[in-house]
């Protein structure tokens, strides 16, 4: 494979660009180094590779389906739109993809004790399934607040073996949850592998993440080649904290036609505090061991995050991003959780497929972009995960 012309592996500092690194406290610098090293020794392992490759097809269920989405092609009059299928893995999202490739990564290294975050509680279900296929013990930390919210997730965590923390400081969200874990990995670090849940957080999680979800871009380039006998003009996938999208853009990277765009969310509008769109409407700054875009005030503050789907209510996004969008590679737009709402319906409606409310921003996004487009061309869309999770939000919204 020729390379890119963008730099898409971090350097050994863990930096693209000026964004990524490890902004993190002394004592986690030994712990992230022997985890950076042991992560590049098994990248490149034959052994390694072909069992994670077993995992996803035997029990993940890879590859996932390239689907043309014809009734919405019509429907929408544009370029013809394909689903990736990510929805339809084990679990019901792409998550599994990651989890799956670190928990054999931790039992590799010779850790037996898992612990990961959770907001929403999705990451934290996939940790423990992944666990318990690999028998490892899972501990999931989670705030106060979520347990609330999610309940559904934080009973289905502990059906499959896992001990869920419940984080009582702060706002009692994701961020604290992640502090927490943090907190538990430097203090237990001997026995205990920290899996993070996205392409975030210090080296070397956001390349680690992106390279066990680049899987769903190096299939979805071969299906289009094999179904539509050429490349795409644009890739469409949602952005929380950025693995799917990333996971689905890379394979794409050098291919310049190919148009890569990220959707974060709009929530209920662009005024601060009512999204959670950092590459749209935020800075530069420094969270979670990251440089990185930030929701943050003018004194610096991180800022509160809203959105209709909580997997991407995150106030900042995978450092890669920001290098592709400072490099006018990606392109990061907004939709609102009305559009997202539109597009759940449409898809739901048009193709028996109900999808997260994550993917739905990408779905309607992709519908605008499609009636901008020939009918010879193609987009892809990254179906990142199903909407079973989400009835109740919708059935809230639309009692009808
Ligand atoms: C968690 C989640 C997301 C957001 O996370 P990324 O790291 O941005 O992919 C998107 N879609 C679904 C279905 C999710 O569960």
């Given at each position: 494979m020729t390379s890119p012309p963008f730099a898409c592996s971090a350097s050994s500092t863990g930096k693209f660009g000026k964004y990524g690194g490890q902004y993190v406290p002394e004592t986690l610098m030994e712990p992230l180094k022997v985890l950076a090293d042991a992560y590049l020794r098994f990248s490149k392992d034959p052994s390694f590779k072909k069992e994670l490759a077993g995992w996803l097809g035997q029990y993940a269920g890879r590859p996932t389906p390239l689907y043309l989405a014809s009734r919405l092609t019509s429907h929408v009059g544009g370029a013809r739109i394909f689903l990736k299928r990510e929805d339809l893995l084990h679990g019901g999202a792409h998550k599994i993809n990651n989890t799956l490739g670190q928990a054999l990564l931790a039992r590799n290294m010779g850790k037996h004790?898992?612990?990961?975050?959770?907001?929403?509680?999705?990451?934290?279900?996939?940790?423990?399934?992944?666990?318990?296929?690999?028998?490892?013990k899972a501990e999931i930390y989670m705030g106060?607040?979520?347990?609330?919210?999610?309940?559904?997730?934080?009973y289905r965590m502990k059906l499959l073996g896992a001990k869920v923390?419940?984080?009582?400081?702060?706002?009692?969200?994701l961020k604290d949850a992640i502090n927490e874990a943090l907190r538990d990995w430097v203090t237990n670090v001997e026995d205990t592998y920290y899996l993070l849940g996205s392409v975030v957080g210090p080296h070397p999680y956001p390349t680690m993440v992106r390279d066990f979800q680049s899987v769903i871009g190096k299939e979805a380039r071969r299906q289009i080649l094999r179904q539509e006998g050429k490349l795409p003009k644009a890739i469409v996938a949602c952005v929380g904290g950025g693995?799917?999208?990333?996971?689905?853009?890379?394979?794409?990277?050098?291919?310049?036609?190919?148009?890569?765009?990220?959707?974060?969310a709009g929530g209920?509008?662009?005024?601060?505090?009512?999204?959670?769109?950092?590459?749209?409407?935020?800075?530069?700054?420094?969270?979670?061991?990251?440089?990185?875009?930030?929701?943050?005030?003018?004194?610096?503050?991180?800022?509160?995050?809203?959105?209709?789907?909580?997997?991407?209510?995150?106030?900042?996004?995978?450092?890669?991003?920001?290098?592709l969008m400072s490099v006018g590679r990606t392109k990061y737009v907004t939709q609102t959780d009305s559009d997202a709402l539109d597009g759940f319906r449409l898809l739901s409606q048009l193709e028996g497929i109900i999808p997260a409310l994550e993917p739905a921003h990408a779905i309607s996004?992709?519908?605008?972009?499609?009636?901008?487009?020939?009918?010879?061309?193609?987009?892809?869309?990254?179906?990142?995960?199903?909407?079973?999770?989400?009835?109740?939000?919708?059935?809230?919204?639309?009692?009808?």
């Amino acid at each position: 494979m020729t390379s890119p012309p963008f730099a898409c592996s971090a350097s050994s500092t863990g930096k693209f660009g000026k964004y990524g690194g490890q902004y993190v406290p002394e004592t986690l610098m030994e712990p992230l180094k022997v985890l950076a090293d042991a992560y590049l020794r098994f990248s490149k392992d034959p052994s390694f590779k072909k069992e994670l490759a077993g995992w996803l097809g035997q029990y993940a269920g890879r590859p996932t389906p390239l689907y043309l989405a014809s009734r919405l092609t019509s429907h929408v009059g544009g370029a013809r739109i394909f689903l990736k299928r990510e929805d339809l893995l084990h679990g019901g999202a792409h998550k599994i993809n990651n989890t799956l490739g670190q928990a054999l990564l931790a039992r590799n290294m010779g850790k037996h004790r898992i612990i990961a975050e959770t907001g929403a509680g999705q990451h934290g279900v996939a940790t423990a399934m992944a666990c318990a296929a690999l028998g490892l013990k899972a501990e999931i930390y989670m705030g106060g607040e979520d347990i609330e919210r999610q309940k559904l997730n934080v009973y289905r965590m502990k059906l499959l073996g896992a001990k869920v923390h419940p984080v009582e400081s702060g706002s009692k969200t994701l961020k604290d949850a992640i502090n927490e874990a943090l907190r538990d990995w430097v203090t237990n670090v001997e026995d205990t592998y920290y899996l993070l849940g996205s392409v975030v957080g210090p080296h070397p999680y956001p390349t680690m993440v992106r390279d066990f979800q680049s899987v769903i871009g190096k299939e979805a380039r071969r299906q289009i080649l094999r179904q539509e006998g050429k490349l795409p003009k644009a890739i469409v996938a949602c952005v929380g904290g950025g693995s799917n999208s990333i996971g689905i853009f890379h394979a794409f990277l050098s291919d310049m036609e190919v148009g890569l765009y990220g959707v974060e969310a709009g929530g209920r509008n662009m005024s601060p505090g009512k999204n959670a769109a950092p590459l749209v409407a935020g800075r530069e700054g420094v969270l979670h061991g990251m440089m990185t875009y930030v929701l943050q005030n003018t004194e610096g503050q991180v800022e509160s995050t809203e959105s209709i789907s909580a997997g991407l209510d995150y106030p900042a996004v995978g450092p890669e991003h920001s290098y592709l969008m400072s490099v006018g590679r990606t392109k990061y737009v907004t939709q609102t959780d009305s559009d997202a709402l539109d597009g759940f319906r449409l898809l739901s409606q048009l193709e028996g497929i109900i999808p997260a409310l994550e993917p739905a921003h990408a779905i309607s996004y992709a519908t605008k972009l499609a009636r901008s487009l020939q009918k010879e061309d193609s987009i892809i869309v990254n179906l990142s995960g199903r909407g079973d999770k989400d009835v109740d939000i919708i059935a809230r919204q639309f009692p009808q």
